[in-house]
């Protein structure tokens, strides 16, 4: 069989299972929610580990032969596994009172990692073929899930998420068709016809939705209808009118009137708010019942910034108090287009000018001083906890720093959210404000802070200068004849608070005091049940409270329900030990079955190989993450950060068939250097192309990680190369031991950052790095028969 063909092959197949997993991510997130998406690395490295795994026990399926056969079932399953995985109930909602759910959970792993398991085949039993040009198959390896990686985005914003799935399937059968035998070409051939099909019919097989997402509960509501969906490569938006669509966060109750129409707008199906209907000023009357109208009563409010505005009910409230400039600036592009272009009437234009995608950091610097109020609205149409692993940059110590340069001396911070019991973000929130207050050169907080809150919500306004006596009677005012609770001001009593949506103690006053108060904080901080320490870049997981050592009490202050904890991000270490228990399982097996890797070999492939996994995932992941800053979304920083390390790692395994220096030891070593050398360049490299255009920096990011990725694309091939010239019995496992710590390496990625910030986890990768230079020599030859 010709090499060309079975690179061509190999570059179909990388490329179709790498667009399916990045597929599959986004189907985790509409089906389920975003932090399942973590179940797919999981669970598509684990398919490709096994895969060496069954090679080493049944070296006659090494055929180079039947590679055309893998990429069959690689093609086909692709389709089939996604059609399977739509039919399975699993519910994480259901965990709590339905055991069955577990059983599921097994369900998925199985069906997903079948196409996987054959790509892992195919790419295995090409390394065991052709081991000397192991260089060449890991580029097209590389080079093929790089390209991919860019088509599944184009492919996602083009046709819908189970048509790209069908779409991917037909190439990976494409390569079949170039690779196989006559009767693979034909059962392909056949295949790709029905994959094309299924891209004609509309709405086959149409991706499930957990009943108990916010859009679904909406829709069960009498009366409620579905208007229309929109999508792109990173959200889906739907818009529906409910009656459950009432969005007037912590409104008064001296406020009797109705409200105006307002129609349900939600992100993936989860994350729900509102388009408010603003033909009728009197009707918007309501805003100035709401707590967040607070900021506009007690000062200057001429050049307003909104963060992450949504719906816009925030916009109408600046424009219903007169402002004259309104900024507004929001992560999510589609949704602002949907209410620009569909919903320009109804909306009355709030999206027409001044508006902006992005994180909204760094993006006025240029212009500082420029606002007397920065709204930040953190809530949806219902009060819901964000998931603990999921990165934040905008509720940074560091972020903090920056909104509070924009403002003008005599500016306003302002800050609304819903009270969830447990008291955490707030008390964070309070916190992180506080910190990046004393940070820039604002002592005394304790004159600077106001805090009220109504039945659900609470207000927080942080001021760039002190607040003025007439200021106080303004709140106090405003306090009293909306009956909402003061929490703090400068000088207030305790008999101030708590009056009219009484609590059975003062908890808010206290807490806040003791934040607000240098003495009290620290001691505070340590003895409370859960964490509310600042957050900084170097682990911006704003929303991770939970403390270890407070379980138990945690676990009985949420009445014994364990499902907290899977909302709050413990999900992760769970789904870490079973993919450790799987990939130990996995690695084991040859070592006791009758054609066993001996424990020398073992002992001397395991630990480059295993390394190499470790590393190569702990800097890819964490590169994402830091990335996410300056491109201001997990979808750009993902696209931009794979498709430049995967491409340019494909290049630099090309090279070492070219360049003998490229094939010492020492190139490890290099490695390890440049990771520290990045990782302490990457925080200036982020804030110096933050204000730039997203094309100029994702082409900046792209650019200055092609060095550190053609580097990093040599070792592995290398080893193999050398393993295939010592022991090419040992190719297999080495490729399950690469792909069974590639599973483990995401996972401890996140725990670890939680704990020592992203920095040290790249400094981990590159002891990896450091440490797989001194077992790189140490590959066994095979022992003399007799």
């Known amino acids: 069989m010709k090499q060309s063909r079975i690179l061509t092959a190999i570059f179909l197949f990388s490329f179709s299972a790498l667009s399916y997993e990045i597929i599959l991510t986004r189907i985790f997130s509409i089906s389920l929610w975003y932090h399942f998406a973590f179940m797919v690395i999981s669970i598509a490295m684990l398919g490709i580990g096994a895969s060496g795994t069954v090679l080493s026990l049944y070296p006659k399926i090494k055929d180079p032969s039947k590679i055309g056969t893998y990429g069959l079932f690689l093609g086909a399953g692709v389709s089939l596994s996604y059609i399977v995985f739509n039919q399975i109930p699993f519910d994480p909602v259901r965990l709590q009172w339905d055991r069955i759910q577990l059983f599921y959970i097994c369900l998925y792993y199985i069906a997903l990692s079948i196409p996987f398991f054959f790509f892992g085949l195919s790419i295995a039993t090409a390394f065991s073929f052709i081991s000397e040009k192991s260089g060449l198959l890991y580029g097209a390896d590389l080079l093929g899930a790089g390209t991919g990686s860019i088509a599944a985005l184009f492919l996602m914003s083009i046709i819908s998420l189970e048509k790209a799935v069908f779409f991917v399937s037909a190439i990976a059968l494409t390569g079949t068709f170039i690779v196989g035998s006559w009767k693979a070409k034909i059962i392909s051939l056949f295949l790709i016809m029905t994959a094309v099909s299924f891209l004609i019919i509309p709405g086959f097989s149409e991706t499930r939705m957990s009943p108990y997402k916010g859009l679904q509960v909406a829709l069960k509501y009498p009366g409620a209808e579905h208007i229309k969906t929109y999508n792109n490569p990173f959200s889906r938006v739907d818009i529906f009118k409910s009656p459950a669509v009432k969005f007037a966060p912590g409104l008064s109750l001296k406020y009797l009137d109705a409200l105006p129409e307002q129609i349900g707008i939600s992100i993936d199906g989860g994350d729900t ?385 070219r360049f003998s220096i490229l094939r010492e030891a020492h190139i490890l070593i290099a490695i390890a250097l440049l990771i520290i050398i990045y990782s302490l360049l990457l925080p200036s490299v982020s804030t110096l192309i933050l204000p730039y255009s997203m094309q100029f920096k994702i082409a900046s990011v792209c650019t200055m990680l092609m060095p550190l990725g053609m580097l990093m694309g040599i070792p592995f091939p290398l080893g193999l190369k050398i393993l295939g010239q010592r022991n090419p019995s040992l190719i297999p496992w080495a490729w399950a031991v690469n792909g069974c710590l590639s599973v483990l390496a995401p996972i401890l990625t996140i725990m670890l950052a939680m704990a020592v910030g992203f920095k040290i986890v790249l400094w981990i990768g590159a002891g990896a790095y450091l440490l797989a230079f001194f077992t790189f020599p140490n590959f066994p030859s095979p022992p003399l028969r007799s």
């Open 273 to 657: 708010n509102a388009i408010t209907y603003a033909g009728n000023r009197e009707s918007l009357r309501f805003l100035r019942y709401l707590p967040s109208a607070l900021i506009y009563e007690i000062g200057k409010k001429d050049d307003v910034l909104i963060l992450e505005p949504k719906g816009g009910l925030e916009v109408l409230l600046a424009e219903y108090y007169g402002s004259k400039n309104i900024y507004k600036v929001d992560s999510n592009p589609l949704a602002i287009k949907v209410i620009r272009d569909d919903f320009r009437n109804f909306s009355r234009g709030i999206y027409s000018q001044n508006t902006f995608h992005g994180m909204g950091r760094s993006r006025f610097k240029s212009r500082g001083g420029q606002f007397d109020i920065i709204d930040i609205p953190f809530m949806g149409a219902s009060p819901s906890g964000s998931f603990g692993i999921a990165e934040d940059y905008r509720f940074t110590v560091e972020a903090f720093k920056e909104y509070l340069g924009y403002l003008k001396n005599s500016g306003a911070l302002s800050i609304n959210l819903f009270m969830l019991p447990p008291p955490r973000m707030e008390l964070r929130l309070l916190n992180t404000i506080v910190q990046s207050m004393e940070g820039v050169g604002i002592n005394d907080v304790k004159r600077n802070i106001v805090a009220l809150r109504s039945w659900g919500t609470i207000c927080i306004i942080a001021k760039k200068s002190p607040f003025f006596s007439d200021e106080i009677e303004v709140i106090k005012k405003f306090s009293k004849e909306r009956r909402f609770d003061l929490i703090y001001y400068p000088g207030v009593k305790e008999e101030e608070t708590n009056i009219y949506v009484k609590m059975p103690s003062s908890e808010y006053y206290k807490t806040f005091e003791n934040i607000l108060n240098r003495e009290t904080r620290k001691t505070f901080e340590n003895n409370y049940l859960l964490d509310i320490r600042p957050v900084s870049d170097e682990a911006p997981f704003f929303h991770y409270y939970l403390r270890l050592e407070n379980i138990k009490a945690i676990y009985e202050m949420m009445g014994k329900k364990w499902s907290y904890f899977i909302e709050e991000g413990y999900l992760l270490p769970v789904v870490f030990i079973q993919a450790l228990v799987l990939s130990i399982i996995i690695i084991l097996i040859p070592a006791f079955s009758k054609k066993r890797v001996s424990a020398p070999s073992m002992a001397a492939v395991l630990p480059y190989f295993a390394l190499l996994g470790l590393a190569f995932m702990f800097v890819e992941i964490s590169i994402i993450h830091k990335m996410i800053l300056p491109l201001e979304t997990p979808s750009y920083a993902v696209a931009a950060v794979l498709t430049s390390l995967l491409i340019s790692s494909g290049i630099g395994s090309l090279l070492i068939h």
